[in-house]
């Protein structure tokens, strides 16, 4: 089926009081997203919108939204909707959590791949 005239296939655009645009598409699974930055030409908007529809397209696409929850508060909250696991599970999924989070701060402020690749080899190891 064609595009309307004046009408984008995927997407749109908007054109910003600043004189900048900013883009919206639905993400796979219906929800509406804005993207994170502007755009000083509709042009640049459009390769942005068309970039990340080929990404979705090619299952490579991942929504910016998941990087915001933090591991710590994700275990907390994942521990908590299981009223059924004993004391001594709660303590060793919060200690493991709890090492494994400063474990990653560490690698990510040092900046070196030998740290990250020693953490890695440590957690494979450990997990059988």
Known sequence: M???EGHRRFGN?????SGRFQ??????????????DTYERKGDAERALTLIEAQ?????WTDPDRGKVKLADYAATWIAERPGLRVRTVD???????????RQAHCALSGRDADRKAV???????AG
């Open 56 to 60: 979705m397209m090619a299952g490579e």
């Open 2 to 4: 064609a595009n309307r």
């Open 13 to 17: 655009i908007r054109k910003r009081e």
């Open 23 to 36: 883009i919206r598409y639905p993400g796979p699974d219906g929800r509406m997203r804005t993207g994170p």
């Open 120 to 126: 890695h080899a440590n957690d494979q190891e450990m």
């Open 92 to 102: 060793l999924y919060t200690w493991r959590v709890t090492l494994l989070a400063s």
